[in-house]
């Protein structure tokens, strides 16, 4: 939210310096985000008069001028604005100065060969507002020379970042009353007289929405003038960051923006019939003020009259029924809404505005008489008129909390003891009632006070949180025990793993699109949430890797050559008694190329489903999976692509992992090109491994003897998978084979068609005594043994 400090000072009695009051402010929690002044970048600019203005002798849309900066001295000006002209004064940039608009830097120039020494500016060229017609005019007895900075004077702009339970702060008025608690400075009464009306209002205003709408006040204001608003508020609503429109929409704006209070002003002669707060119909839209139509549903509050919807109710106006500079007759809406209702209309239609962001957050239900007071005293003062009685329709809810309050709590929860008298003073002064017994009233405009520990929050934050010390938690003697869960040691393990081997982590939503749940749903259940922070977030993800792929995409579509990702994280299925289950995964997926083009390797080599699989029995090696009992099994899923893909079982029934090359329709799907290699893991159903029984682990004790390798190579089936034979091998003898791996896989002359031979590198290693070769003979039996039973013959 921003505003400027003499829009500030117009509602707090204070002499703080603008630095003073952005730190008091951060110290409250409304914390800066920046604190800006215009002025500073226009030092480099100053007043100046056109003394002549001829014709440019090469351009028939510039002129020559001869500026007068008050020193005697003219300088020659090259200048396109039409407004240019003899006796005007204006604002000269010179040689050197920085545009704010832009960020060009002037410098003597030649334009179409006449020499220019400048710039005559316009608004918008130096960054005070939208205005490009022409340049700066400014009154004819403006000192000459003078920087225009020190003209128009410093008015630093403050924008404060408000947290969505500060509802109150959401008008320069409630941040004026917590710096006024404070201590810097008095807040100024909202003293707002009463506009009697004339006459009964000709508008008949309804409410059949009473839980969307549970109160509508309006007025008729007939006789109005509608134009430019004054110069004081378009300078506010300029800090504010609102580009001002005309007197009637600058009014409600200025309300808003300065008391928390959206408002909304129809044109009457654009209005049929009665007004009313209703649902929304089947079929219907609205035009809103944006300029963007938007279909509305039947959950939707919205304000029609007989011929249609003209407003989002509380989130935003419609075209139809806007006020321009015919409007005569004006009817003022001042309307409570449910927080709940807009904040689900605004999501359905993505559709945000600062009437959204204040209703739904909670405005001041008590504010609707005043806040119509005060729209009827500007408009009355600004474009004149005569107004109508007020018609109030339904009942705000009104209804306020009594805390019973202990004043010890400060020193108990927020750990200093304040003194009673100055508790009181300060809940007093944020507009909390306190009796003698010490029942706290909350206010109407504060619905995120809720107990007593908020109202500690409320005493602290103002007495100071730089006072609270600084005080130790206690520690207890001797070794400190650990602390993070078995999962959570796992978590870290994998964390390190992965980035061992060159993957780099990712964090991507819980929350998926719901297209992108289904196709990775296997059939399960997805789960949707009812309060979607958007429709493109809207289910919960039943598999880490459409986010993954989500990102992959985003990584390639910048540029990127070769992107390998891994992310830890829950997935979210149904129980068997129907309630959401979190389930820990780990997905890693590689895409782009794995080896970059070379004079070595030639053409850039992608991703396969071996890397895949490497990943993945990595993994669960380091996650304490039992990965020499895992089989490959069958297809890994519909997402997979078929043949180049499968499970890691351990068992027939238990899944620890799949791994593959996502399916050409899943790739699409996801918008991305060329081959792309996944695996997903499956922690939770990894065994976990049995408690050793004390702290410590076991020493390291080395074999006494050397460990023995033979190499074998076998004929197999060549659709044998090469995992089968080796686990054969492995178990031949275990009390002998402490390892064995492929290191070759041969097709080709010598190998009978449709076969192959693996070479198998086996590693034996003695017990108490080395082997002769009787036991060495015994155990290669037993090898070729065991790879005989999956269709292997020795090769000679």
Same mark, same amino acid.
């Given at each position: 939210?921003?505003?400027?400090?003499?829009?500030?000072?117009?509602?707090?009695?204070?002499?703080?310096?603008?630095?003073?009051?952005?730190?008091?402010?951060?110290?409250?929690?409304?914390?800066?985000?920046?604190?800006?002044?215009?002025?500073?970048?226009?030092?480099?600019?100053?007043?100046?008069?056109?003394?002549?203005?001829?014709?440019?002798?090469?351009?028939?849309?510039?002129?020559?001028?001869?500026?007068?900066?008050?020193?005697?001295?003219?300088?020659?000006?090259?200048?396109?604005?039409?407004?240019?002209?003899?006796?005007?004064?204006?604002?000269?940039?010179?040689?050197?100065?920085?545009?704010?608009?832009?960020?060009?830097?002037?410098?003597?120039?030649?334009?179409?060969?006449?020499?220019?020494?400048?710039?005559?500016?316009?608004?918008?060229?130096?960054?005070?507002?939208?205005?490009?017609?022409?340049?700066?005019?400014?009154?004819?007895?403006?000192?000459?020379?003078?920087?225009?900075?020190?003209?128009?004077?410093?008015?630093?702009?403050?924008?404060?970042?408000?947290?969505?339970?500060?509802?109150?702060?959401?008008?320069?008025?409630?941040?004026?009353?917590?710096?006024?608690?404070?201590?810097?400075?008095?807040?100024?009464?909202?003293?707002?007289?009463?506009?009697?009306?004339?006459?009964?209002?000709?508008?008949?205003?309804?409410?059949?929405?009473?839980?969307?709408?549970?109160?509508?006040?309006?007025?008729?204001?007939?006789?109005?003038?509608?134009?430019?608003?004054?110069?004081?508020?378009?300078?506010?609503?300029?800090?504010?960051?609102?580009?001002?429109?005309?007197?009637?929409?600058?009014?409600?704006?200025?309300?808003?923006?300065?008391?928390?209070?959206?408002?909304?002003?129809?044109?009457?002669?654009?209005?049929?019939?009665?007004?009313?707060?209703?649902?929304?119909?089947?079929?219907?839209?609205?035009?809103?003020?944006?300029?963007?139509?938007?279909?509305?549903?039947?959950?939707?509050?919205?304000?029609?009259?007989?011929?249609?919807?003209?407003?989002?109710?509380?989130?935003?106006?419609?075209?139809?029924?806007?006020?321009?500079?015919?409007?005569?007759?004006?009817?003022?809406?001042?309307?409570?809404?449910?927080?709940?209702?807009?904040?689900?209309?605004?999501?359905?239609?993505?559709?945000?505005?600062?009437?959204?962001?204040?209703?739904?957050?909670?405005?001041?239900?008590?504010?609707?008489?005043?806040?119509?007071?005060?729209?009827?005293?500007?408009?009355?003062?600004?474009?004149?008129?005569?107004?109508?009685?007020?018609?109030?329709?339904?009942?705000?809810?009104?209804?306020?909390?009594?805390?019973?309050?202990?004043?010890?709590?400060?020193?108990?929860?927020?750990?200093?003891?304040?003194?009673?008298?100055?508790?009181?003073?300060?809940?007093?002064?944020?507009?909390?009632?306190?009796?003698?017994?010490?029942?706290?009233?909350?206010?109407?405009?504060?619905?995120?006070?809720?107990?007593?520990?908020?109202?500690?929050?409320?005493?602290?934050?103002?007495?100071?949180?730089?006072?609270?010390?600084?005080?130790?938690?206690?520690?207890?003697?001797?070794?400190?025990?650990?602390?993070?869960?078995?999962?959570?040691?796992?978590?870290?393990?994998?964390?390190?793993?992965?980035?061992?081997?060159?993957?780099?982590?990712?964090?991507?939503?819980?929350?998926?699109?719901?297209?992108?749940?289904?196709?990775?749903?296997?059939?399960?259940?997805?789960?949707?949430?009812?309060?979607?922070?958007?429709?493109?977030?809207?289910?919960?993800?039943?598999?880490?890797?459409?986010?993954?792929?989500?990102?992959?995409?985003?990584?390639?579509?910048?540029?990127?050559?070769?992107?390998?990702?891994?992310?830890?994280?829950?997935?979210?299925?149904?129980?068997?008694?129907?309630?959401?289950?979190?389930?820990?995964?780990?997905?890693?997926?590689?895409?782009?190329?794995?080896?970059?083009?070379?004079?070595?390797?030639?053409?850039?080599?992608?991703?396969?489903?071996?890397?895949?699989?490497?990943?993945?029995?990595?993994?669960?090696?380091?996650?304490?999976?039992?990965?020499?009992?895992?089989?490959?099994?069958?297809?890994?899923?519909?997402?997979?692509?078929?043949?180049?893909?499968?499970?890691?079982?351990? $068992? @027939?029934?238990? #899944?620890?992992?799949? *791994?593959?090359?996502?399916? /050409? =329709?899943?790739?699409? &799907?996801? !918008?991305?090109? $060329? @081959?792309?290699? #996944?695996?997903?893991? *499956?922690?939770?159903?990894? /065994? =976990?491994?049995?408690? &050793?029984? !004390?702290?410590?682990? @076991?020493?390291?004790?080395?074999?006494?003897?050397?460990?023995?390798?033979?190499?074998?190579?076998?004929?197999?089936?060549?659709?044998? @998978?090469?995992?089968?034979?080796?686990?054969?091998?492995?178990?031949?003898?275990?009390?002998?084979?402490?390892?064995?791996?492929?290191?070759?896989?041969?097709?080709?002359?010598?190998?009978?068609?449709?076969?192959?031979?693996?070479?198998?590198?086996?590693?034996?290693?003695?017990?108490?005594?080395?082997?002769?070769?009787?036991?060495?003979?015994?155990?290669?039996?037993?090898?070729?043994?065991?790879?005989?039973?999956?269709?292997?013959?020795?090769?000679?």
């Amino acid at each position: 939210m921003k505003f400027s400090l003499s829009w500030l000072k117009a509602l707090l009695d204070t002499q703080a310096s603008a630095t003073e009051i952005a730190e008091k402010l951060t110290s409250l929690g409304l914390e800066i985000e920046s604190v800006t002044d215009a002025s500073a970048a226009l030092k480099q600019f100053r007043v100046a008069r056109v003394l002549t203005a001829d014709k440019h002798p090469q351009a028939d849309k510039l002129q020559v001028l001869s500026v007068d900066l008050g020193d005697g001295q003219p300088l020659q000006v090259v200048c396109g604005a039409p407004n240019a002209r003899a006796g005007l004064v204006g604002v000269l940039g010179l040689p050197g100065a920085v545009v704010p608009a832009n960020g060009m830097e002037l410098r003597k120039s030649a334009i179409r060969g006449v020499e220019s020494n400048g710039m005559m500016c316009s608004t918008r060229e130096l960054g005070l507002g939208e205005e490009h017609d022409g340049i700066i005019e400014l009154p004819e007895d403006t000192a000459l020379g003078q920087s225009f900075a020190d003209y128009i004077g410093s008015d630093p702009v403050f924008d404060v970042a408000i947290t969505p339970n500060r509802p109150d702060c959401m008008g320069v008025y409630g941040i004026a009353r917590d710096l006024a608690a404070a201590g810097i400075g008095t807040l100024r009464a909202l003293d707002v007289a009463p506009v009697a009306g004339e006459g009964r209002c000709p508008v008949d205003i309804r409410i059949e929405d009473a839980e969307g709408c549970p109160a509508f006040y309006g007025r008729v204001i007939k006789g109005v003038q509608n134009g430019p608003s004054p110069q004081w508020l378009q300078d506010r609503l300029k800090a504010a960051g609102q580009r001002p429109i005309s007197a009637l929409v600058d009014i409600t704006n200025y309300v808003m923006l300065g008391y928390g209070r959206p408002a909304h002003a129809y044109d009457l002669a654009r209005l049929t019939g009665a007004v009313t707060a209703r649902k929304a119909r089947e079929g219907e839209t609205v035009l809103a003020l944006n300029g963007k139509e938007y279909a509305l549903a039947p959950f939707m509050t919205v304000i029609a009259d007989d011929a249609g919807v003209h407003d989002i109710g509380g989130i935003m106006g419609g075209e139809h029924s806007g006020c321009t500079d015919q409007t005569t007759d004006v009817l003022l809406e001042v309307a409570y809404f449910d927080p709940a209702h807009i904040a689900r209309t605004g999501q359905a239609l993505a559709l945000a505005s600062d009437a959204r962001g204040r209703f739904e957050r909670g405005v001041d239900p008590a504010f609707l008489d005043t806040g119509m007071d005060l729209l009827t005293a500007l408009v009355l003062e600004i474009c004149g008129g005569t107004a109508s009685e007020v018609v109030r329709v339904g009942t705000p809810p009104l209804a306020q909390r009594a805390i019973a309050y202990d004043p010890a709590l400060a020193g108990r929860l927020g750990g200093i003891a304040v003194a009673q008298s100055e508790q009181k003073r300060i809940l007093t002064a944020l507009g909390f009632a306190v009796d003698e017994d010490w029942t706290v009233t909350v206010p109407t405009w504060r619905p995120d006070i809720a107990g007593a520990p908020d109202l500690v929050e409320e005493v602290i934050r103002v007495h100071g949180l730089d006072a609270v010390p600084s005080t130790p938690l206690p520690r207890a003697d001797g070794v400190a025990r650990p602390t993070a869960t078995p999962v959570q040691l796992l978590e870290r393990r994998l964390r390190r793993a992965a980035a061992a081997r060159g993957l780099h982590e990712a964090v991507t939503w819980s929350f998926l699109p719901t297209a992108q749940a289904e196709h990775f749903a296997d059939g399960q259940f997805v789960w949707t949430l009812a309060n979607p922070i958007s429709e493109d977030l809207k289910a919960m993800r039943p598999s880490l890797l459409p986010g993954l792929l989500a990102a992959v995409r985003r990584n390639l579509d910048r540029g990127a050559t070769a992107v390998r990702l891994f992310e830890i994280g829950r997935r979210y299925l149904r129980a068997d008694d129907g309630s959401s289950d979190e389930r820990l995964s780990l997905a890693v997926v590689l895409a782009g190329e794995r080896t970059p083009r070379g004079w070595a390797s030639g053409k850039a080599q992608a991703f396969d489903a071996f890397d895949a699989k490497a990943e993945a029995l990595a993994l669960l090696g380091e996650a304490g999976a039992p990965v020499d009992n895992l089989q490959v099994m069958g297809e890994a899923g519909s997402q997979f692509h078929p043949g180049q893909s499968a499970m890691l079982r351990l $068992g @027939p029934k238990q #899944v620890l992992a799949r *791994f593959g090359m996502v399916h /050409p =329709a899943t790739a699409k &799907a996801f !918008g991305l090109e $060329g @081959p792309v290699a #996944v695996v997903e893991l *499956f922690l939770d159903r990894i /065994p =976990a491994r049995k408690a &050793a029984p !004390g702290f410590a682990r @076991p020493h390291f004790a080395p074999p006494a003897l050397q460990a023995v390798t033979r190499d074998f190579a076998f004929l197999v089936d060549a659709k044998v @998978p090469a995992g089968d034979l080796l686990r054969a091998v492995k178990g031949a003898d275990k009390a002998s084979i402490v390892a064995a791996r492929v290191f070759d896989d041969f097709r080709g002359q010598g190998v009978p068609e449709g076969h192959k031979s693996l070479a198998i590198e086996v590693t034996l290693q003695p017990g108490d005594k080395s082997f002769d070769e009787a036991a060495l003979k015994a155990i290669s039996d037993k090898i070729v043994a065991a790879a005989a039973k999956q269709g292997g013959t020795l090769r000679g």
